[in-house]
């Protein structure tokens, strides 16, 4: 957070103070991302094959004009931008991509870097469009409620197609299939933001006028209301828990940040905790979940043999400090959902404690870099969306990591960038696009003066 | 608001501290606990991932590693897995690893902190060295002679260097081959299941795990005691033996398989395997001094070990005067494995001395670098020197002129003792046949070769069954290998 205010100069120059850009780091930082996971690539190669994989310039050629693409879009468009931001997701999904081709090495018949390197794309071209068209966030704000719509229609969808593995997130047309609830994440985080930053004094007011008897009006209440049932919803209906708890901490955050209550918190922990427990002991795909935290190693003194989770702390155990090294480890006897949910313990395996700090302080970085546009943007919406956006990536990185290793109750959920699946990185894209706006916004130089050299009061009004 | 998004930046790095912290609870605190969970089959994958090193006999490995390509990826293969089964033992991903496989495990399967050269850097690399070969002290000729001489027949065959304790061969039969119990399908399971139930018991390493009543044998302690103990001072003078000899004690008397056994002197009872004598002189040796001649040759010690544990060789250390004479014929409770009375015959060629049998001569990384060498090493004294020269020429004397006539090698000394053990209740069962002896080639400064030979023959006539006529001439298959084709 101290990056942002490093760059500013003494602010006493009476030319107009020009902040810097920094696009030169960015583009900086993008050669090192790309170098490091070609790096990764071919150490994988080297371990396995004792050769170096013959794709291996093409792989890096490949991630290096999307990243010189996504680079010049953002230079163009948003040049004020933060400059971790982009290297951030580069590394981070070219990262998950040498996992996925690593894992692929174990299961021949079922490949999926190819699919994933097409989603990266597709992931990216959407990013470069979005930083193009989208000129001010503010825009976002007029389509709230055709946000919401969307959002829970997608959410609604998958309840008309099969269940995948016990869980009914998934729609399935021909051969793609993509998990609504991701995209719905940020339609619902842009919804969000802009009814809260309508309704922040409604919400305040109410809540300090009124004692504990009446509650808010119909009308400011009814939204919140609405998204707890979705919530809930989406976890009876499609025994998806770790979307509901995404939602849950995603709206509880945001309506703290909009509304300074500590009582919303209170009020979305016990609406949580409530729905939770009913869903928990009601419903068994949740609740065996909740068993397997509690006890991860029951399955082998029973006789069955580990469970999912034992066998992902035993390849995080198997990692210690320094990892075996990419390529040489086996967390591929986790089994089913080794490339997507846990890849983190490929991870924790073969980069070690490490390896896996880093790949958790990258997270930590770009939620801070969200966060700080958020601090520094003047506008209610684009604040809260900052505070959104960053929110989801924060929690979802949470509730997964969290759950391969032990320390919450195991949810599916995709790790941002890393894990396989489409809409999982392609959304995450489009996160990282709208922080890329939302921070050159941030950053960006307030008009000049017209009359230069008159002492003005400070324009910034801190709320 | 700006204060509110601060909590939420202190809220977020929370979570980031709990991840980290929890991510080294896992990765460090309890890594090894996990990495040693039973359930977690890392180790065995590891274990399994590089080729196991060989067994060596005659400096030729009899072992090998298949790459199967599946997760446990090397399985054992055996050359003449039966031949050498009672040497090597079995390594099997399903049931772990006996004898050699077991005793040498760590450098076989490349673990052994001796096989890395920087040992730190293995640590910090987790690279695991290349595995380590055996060689052993067998001869490939001798077992296959011992092998061969037993045909098939349920039976042990352990022959040993008498000056260095060198285990020659080392032979039970039937035997099995170990390759059948390498994998971890189920027709090892299934192979597993009937090699244990099978009432020839092909996995029962008899040379070395199993005891039999050593019978007449056992007489070459005896007179060793009665040597050492000075209750004979000339093996050709008389023993003042009546016949029949009544069990000290009880009005019981013992019968002789030969004639001409009354008042016979120690150099007639063994030459015709006299047990009225024998009996006689062990309880006039009493007790004590029994006991403690049988220790000196390596009964009753639970410790020894080729480096696989041998199974102790038993001489009652409690016993009346009746059970004593018995005992000094090698009946009642007296058992011995046949390494014990290879150990006996051993004694008796190397003036006196037992070594401590060993199989693995040198223990060598994969280029052939030397990590351990094994070489003779004293075990215990059994009698003085000159007992032994006197014990040597009554046991020539029974192989030229006695009941070890099968036995005699043209160009060779040869001394030997039979023994044909009775056993079951009443005796009832079949008799084991026993022959021990040793070899010296007459241009050569010592023995070559000591050994015991038993058959427990189930198919043979009972009548056919003696030392002299079962064991003796396998022992003189063994010994002429070990005397020339070495």
């Given at each position: 957070m101290t990056a942002t205010t490093a760059g500013t100069s003494a602010p006493e120059p009476s030319p107009a103070p020009r902040p810097p850009k920094r696009r030169g780091v960015e583009l900086s930082l993008l050669v090192g991302a790309v170098v490091i996971c070609v790096h990764g690539y071919v150490a994988v190669g080297l371990a396995r094959n004792g050769a170096v994989p013959p794709d291996a310039a093409g792989y890096g050629a490949g991630l290096g004009v999307l990243a010189l693409l996504a680079h010049l879009a953002v230079r163009l468009r948003a040049p004020y931008a933060d400059p971790l931001l982009l290297p951030i997701a580069v590394l981070l999904n070219g990262l998950g991509l040498v996992l996925i081709y690593r894992l692929d090495l174990e299961t021949p018949l079922d490949r999926a870097a190819p699919a994933q390197l097409v989603w990266s794309t597709s992931g990216v071209a959407l990013f470069i469009v979005a930083v193009i068209v989208l000129r001010d966030h503010r825009i976002l704000q007029r389509y709230a409620y055709i946000s919401v719509t969307a959002a829970l229609a997608l959410l609604c969808a998958p309840i008309f197609f099969p269940a995948v593995n016990g869980a009914r997130i998934w729609i399935r047309m021909g051969q793609l299939s993509f998990q609504p609830g991701e995209f719905a994440k940020v339609l619902l985080a842009v919804f969000f933001a802009a009814y809260l930053a309508a309704n922040r004094g409604a919400l305040t007011h109410a809540s300090r006028l009124i004692r504990r008897l009446q509650l808010p009006t119909g009308r400011v209440l009814g939204p919140i209301v609405a998204v707890w049932l979705v919530s809930v919803g989406v976890l009876v209906l499609e025994r998806d828990l770790g979307t509901s708890l995404l939602f849950f901490g995603l709206f509880v955050v945001m309506l703290y940040v909009a509304t300074g209550r500590i009582g919303w918190i209170a009020v979305g922990l016990l609406l949580a905790s409530a729905g939770a427990y009913a869903v928990g002991s009601l419903e068994p795909h949740v609740h065996s979940r909740v068993e397997d935290w509690l006890d991860p190693y029951a399955g082998i003194e029973s006789g069955e043999g580990p469970g999912q989770l034992a066998q992902s702390l035993f390849a995080f155990a198997a990692g210690g400090m320094l990892g075996t090294g990419l390529g040489l480890g086996h967390s591929v006897l986790i089994g089913f959902a080794t490339k997507s949910d846990f890849i983190l313990a490929t991870a924790g395996e073969e980069l070690g404690l490490?390896?896996?700090?880093?790949?958790?302080l990258l997270y930590g970085l770009l939620v801070a870099r969200g966060l700080t546009a958020g601090l520094a943007l003047r506008d209610p919406f684009g604040r809260l969306l900052a505070v959104g956006l960053s929110s989801i990536v924060a929690l979802q990185v949470f509730v997964i990591a969290g759950g391969v290793t032990g320390l919450i109750p195991l949810t599916g959920m995709a790790m941002p960038f890393l894990a396989q699946g489409g809409s999982s990185v392609v959304t995450n894209w489009v996160i990282v696009a709208l922080l890329i706006r939302l921070s050159h916004s941030a950053r960006m130089p307030p008009p000049v003066p017209v009359e230069v050299g008159v002492h003005a009061p400070v324009t910034a009004v801190r709320p | 608001m700006t204060r509110c998004i601060r909590h939420a930046a202190v809220f977020s790095l929370l979570l980031l501290l709990a991840l980290l912290a929890n991510a080294a609870r896992v990765q460090v605190l309890e890594a090894s606990a996990l990495e040693n969970n039973p359930a977690n089959r890392r180790a065995a994958i590891a274990r399994y991932a590089e080729p196991r090193g060989d067994i060596l006999?005659?400096?030729?490995?009899?072992?090998?590693?298949?790459?199967?390509?599946?997760?446990?990826?090397?399985?054992?293969?055996?050359?003449?897995?039966?031949?050498?089964?009672?040497?090597?033992g079995y390594s099997s991903q399903t049931y772990d690893t006996s004898f050699v496989e077991h005793a040498q495990d760590p450098v076989l399967s490349g673990s052994d902190p001796l096989l890395a050269p920087f040992p730190l850097w293995g640590d910090l690399s987790r690279s695991r060295p290349s595995a380590g070969d055996v060689a052993t002290t067998v001869k490939a000729a001798v077992q296959q002679a011992a092998y061969r001489g037993l045909a098939g027949r349920r039976g042990a065959v352990a022959a040993i260097e008498p000056s260095t304790g060198k285990i020659l061969a080392l032979v039970s039969s039937p035997s099995y081959d170990p390759q059948l119990l390498s994998g971890n399908g189920p027709e090892v399971s299934r192979a597993w299941a009937r090699l244990n139930g099978a009432d020839a018991q092909p996995m029962l390493n008899r040379a070395i795990r199993q005891t039999y009543p050593p019978g007449s044998a056992f007489k070459i302690v005896t007179a060793a005691a009665a040597l050492e103990s000075g209750v004979v001072d000339d093996v050709d003078a008389p023993t003042h033996t009546p016949e029949p000899f009544l069990l000290p004690?009880?009005?019981?008397?013992?019968?002789?398989?030969?004639?001409?056994?009354?008042?016979?002197?120690?150099?007639?009872?063994?030459?015709?395997?006299?047990?009225?004598?024998?009996?006689?002189?062990?309880?006039?040796?009493?007790?004590?001094?029994?006991?403690?001649?049988?220790?000196?040759f390596g009964f009753n010690d639970p410790g020894l070990g080729i480096p696989s544990g041998v199974t102790a060789s038993n001489f009652d250390t409690d016993m009346s005067p009746d059970q004593l004479a018995l005992s000094s014929i090698g009946q009642f409770n007296t058992t011995a494995t046949p390494l014990q009375m290879a150990m006996v015959a051993a004694a008796v060629a190397s003036g006196g001395d037992v070594r401590s049998p060993y199989l693995v001569e040198r223990v060598t990384r994969a280029n052939g670098d030397l990590l351990a060498q094994n070489g003779p090493r004293a075990y215990?004294?059994?009698?003085?020197?000159?007992?032994?020269?006197?014990?040597?020429?009554?046991?020539?004397?029974?192989?030229?002129?006695?009941?070890?006539?099968?036995?005699?090698?043209?160009?060779?000394?040869?001394g030997g003792k039979t023994g044909t053990a009775q056993h079951g209740i009443d005796n009832s069962g079949l008799p084991y046949a026993w022959f021990i002896g040793w070899a010296q080639a007459y241009d050569a400064p010592r023995p070559a070769v000591a050994l015991a030979v038993v058959v427990e023959d189930a198919s043979a006539v009972r009548e056919d069954i003696s030392g002299g006529g079962s064991a003796a001439p396998v022992a003189r298959a063994v010994m002429r290998a070990a005397l020339w084709d070495s």
């Open positions: 490490v390896g896996l700090s880093a790949v958790f | 006999v005659d400096g030729k490995p009899v072992t090998g590693s298949e790459d199967t390509g599946e997760q446990l990826r090397y399985e054992r293969t055996y050359r003449d897995g039966p031949l050498y089964a009672p040497v090597t004690g009880t009005r019981t008397p013992l019968p002789n398989a030969t004639k001409g056994c009354e008042d016979a002197s120690l150099a007639y009872a063994i030459q015709w395997s006299c047990n009225t004598v024998m009996a006689n002189l062990g309880a006039r040796v009493g007790l004590r001094n029994m006991v403690a001649t049988a220790r000196g215990r004294q059994a009698m003085t020197p000159v007992t032994a020269q006197r014990l040597r020429e009554l046991m020539v004397r029974a192989v030229e002129e006695g009941t070890g006539g099968n036995a005699s090698i043209a160009g060779a000394t040869v």
